[in-house]
């Protein structure tokens, strides 16, 4: 009989317009054969990137209500992967899943803010919430200004380096056990340098594109969450998270509005196992 996939709780924000979020997560979760179950923390009609101010779909009691009902369902999730958070009570929310299922493997991408800043519309609260988040996770994904905050360090200014983030990364092993801190311009490379508790540190390069579009952090998670599930080490499933975004980089035109996404849809297929299992 055929393997039962493996089935990921996805907690993030979901846009109708716009390569990002839920859009973009659960079709990559899907090409590598893993069974993505959204729990949306927004519905909005686009991402908050520059498209002016979305609408809005809020039920503050969906999240609580669908986790208790995948519970009574029996559902088995093998990993629980949170992004960004609108509000304190979603990452009570996504607290909640990891007690429900204290087996799955704990991801977290604390979205807080990038280039030096906290995004807009976040409350202060979110920084201590998403650092008590991080403490019940078993791998981070900061970028550098999220690290910062993390850490309670200065924001970085532009051009943190390689060694800057590797410190980073280091001392967030004392807050969760294993840390990827992403996109990193290093010369014509852009990296991602990762630390284990008590295991030296490593670091992923890949080719530098000069352009900067939404939801590419969100492609890069879901692939590395993917990959780690297929069992992957992490910084295995890190490098093939990188290419992938890299080829995904490579297929977008010249010239398309980098708010709305990279050119995903064609490269997707390069995820899919050569043969697919028979029924």
């Known amino acids: 009989m055929p393997v039962a996939p493996k089935t990921v709780l996805c907690i993030h924000d979901l846009p109708g317009f716009g390569r990002a979020g839920l859009a973009v997560i659960t079709p990559v979760l899907s090409a590598l054969g893993v069974q993505a ?3 949306p923390t927004a519905v909005l009609s686009s991402h908050t990137g520059g498209l002016g101010a979305p609408a809005r ?3 503050p009691g969906y999240g609580p209500a669908a986790l208790a009902h995948y519970r009574r369902l029996g559902v088995r999730f ?3 992967y949170s992004g960004y958070l609108s509000e304190t009570s979603q990452a009570l929310l996504v607290e909640q899943a990891m007690e429900y299922w204290p087996d799955a493997l704990k991801v977290v991408d604390p979205v807080m803010g990038d280039h030096g800043r906290m995004y ?3 409350p202060a609260e979110m920084v201590p919430a998403l650092y008590n988040l991080c403490a019940r996770a078993d791998l981070i994904l900061p970028n550098t200004t999220e690290a910062a905050l993390l850490l309670g360090d ?3 200014g532009p051009g943190a380096t390689a060694a800057e983030a590797a410190d980073a990364a280091a001392r967030l092993t004392r807050v969760c056990p294993q840390v990827l801190v992403t996109g990193v311009e290093a010369g014509h490379s852009i990296l991602c340098a990762g630390a284990v508790r008590g295991v030296e540190g490593y670091t992923v390069r890949t080719p530098l594109f000069p ?3 939404h939801g590419t952090g969100d492609i890069f ?3 590395m969450v993917g990959r780690l599930l297929q069992g992957n080490v992490a910084q295995a499933a890190a490098q093939a998270a990188a290419a992938f975004v890299g080829e995904c980089l490579r297929a977008t ?3 398309a509005d980098e708010r709305l996404g990279v050119w995903l849809e064609a490269v997707l297929p390069r995820l899919m196992p050569n043969e697919l299992p028979r029924r």
């Open 120 to 122: 807009g519309g976040l």
């Open 211 to 213: 352009r900067s579009f």
């Open 154 to 156: 200065p924001l970085p």
């Open 78 to 80: 093998d990993c629980i």
């Open 57 to 59: 779909l809020s039920s």
């Open 37 to 39: 179950v959204a729990v």
């Open 253 to 255: 035109p010249a010239g």
């Open 221 to 223: 998670g879901a692939v």
